[in-house]
Nanobody, 123 residues
Framework: QVQLVESGGGLVQAGGSLRPPCAAS????????MGWFPQAPGKEREFVAA????????YYGVSVKGRGTISRDYAKNTVYLQMNSLKPEDTALYYC????????????????WGQGTQVTVSS
């Protein structure tokens, strides 16, 4: 089993930045891919970023391309999502996910999920 804990969300003004971390524990040696999937009220979860644990290849959704960067820290078993130029439409509960395979953008295939961290962007 893998446990994921997101943090670092909060209230930020439009144009600002956030860098929420997602810390993994448990059988972290089994993780191959980690991703971020925000869910806004009344909407489905959306893919924004994923990273392959070995090699560090990164993948981005259209909504954050050019504004977001996903990175990992091996020593801390932590993934970060740097988000810049935040917009009110980025407001959502941001979930972190992990998998032993390479589902990348397909949220339905990830095995492990955190509880989410709330990001609110004011105009």
């Amino acid at each position: 089993q893998v446990q994921l804990v997101e943090s670092g969300g909060g209230l930020v003004q439009a144009g600002g930045s956030l860098r929420p971390p997602c810390a993994a524990s448990g059988r972290t040696g089994s993780i191959a891919t980690m991703g971020w999937f925000p869910q806004a009220p009344g909407k489905e979860r959306e893919f924004v970023a994923a990273i392959k644990w070995s090699g560090g290849s990164t993948y981005y959704g259209v909504s954050v391309k050019g504004r977001g960067t996903i990175s990992r820290d091996y020593a801390k078993n932590t993934v970060y999502l740097q988000m810049n130029s935040l917009k009110p439409e980025d407001t959502a509960l941001y979930y972190c996910a992990a998998d032993r395979g390479f589902p990348v953008a397909n949220g339905g295939l990830y095995d492990y999920w955190g509880q989410g961290t709330q990001v609110t962007v004011s105009s």
